[in-house]
C-alpha cells in the first residue's frame, strides 16, 4: 500500500525532507514507524512520540490503509 508520511522538527531533518510518498507493507503505525526510524535513523522510542493518521492522533497499534497521511510528532522544547 502507499501512504504519505509528513515529518516535523527533528525527524524533518534526520529523514531530509518534509514529506514522503512510499510502499510499505507494514500493517500498524508502530510497524510503520519502525521501518522508517531505522531508515532514516530516528534517535526516539515511540514512546517519545505521538502519531496522527489523516489528522486524527491514534494508538501505535492502529491500522494504516493505503492512501493514509501519517504524521511522527517528536518531542518539542521551546521557550
Known sequence: MKVRLLYFASLRD????????????APT????YAD???RHGFPFAPERLRVAVNGALVPWSHAIAD????????????G
Open 67 to 78: 492512501g493514509d497521511e501519517v504524521v511522527f510528532l517528536p518531542p518539542v522544547s521551546g
Open 29 to 32: 503505525t508502530g510497524d510503520l
Open 36 to 38: 522508517v526510524a531505522q
Open 14 to 25: 534526520r529523514a531530509g525532507c518534509a514529506d514522503e510518498a512510499i510502499e510499505t507493507s
